[in-house]
Nanobody, 120 residues
Framework: QVQLVESGGGLVQAGGSLRLSCAAS????????MGWYRQAPGKQRELVAA???????NYADSVKGRFTISRDNAKNTVYLQMDSLKPEDTAAYYC??????????????WGQGTQVTVSS
């Protein structure tokens, strides 16, 4: 069994910063890509940023230059540093990881979500 546990969401004023963390635990053997998605009310879930085990990254155009994704492979943890936050960044943020766990094939796992609210 694998769990992704997120932390770091909250309420912040426009222009402020937040840092999200997501740690994978359980019977993890290896992790491939890790990423962050977000879903605002009434909208589809969208990719925010993703990172490979080697550190290659990609970002949604809307967050380029403001958000930074990173990971600590030894800790099975991915981070999202969010700077210059805007009200339109308000959403529930979900961690995603492609994981090979004991006695299973590679599959996607999701965190429970953490709310980010940016006030104007």
């Amino acid at each position: 069994q694998v769990q992704l546990v997120e932390s770091g969401g909250g309420l912040v004023q426009a222009g402020g910063s937040l840092r999200l963390s997501c740690a994978a635990s359980g019977s993890v053997l290896a992790i491939n890509a890790m990423g962050w998605y977000r879903q605002a009310p009434g909208k589809q879930r969208e990719l925010v940023a993703a990172i490979t085990p080697g550190g290659s990254t990609n970002y949604a155009d809307s967050v380029k230059g403001r958000f930074t994704i990173s990971r600590d492979n030894a800790k099975n943890t991915v981070y999202l540093q969010m700077d210059s936050l805007k009200p339109e960044d308000t959403a529930a943020y979900y961690c995603n990881a492609e994981v090979w766990a004991w006695n299973t094939d590679w599959r996607d796992y999701w965190g429970q979500g953490t709310q980010v609210t940016v006030s104007s």
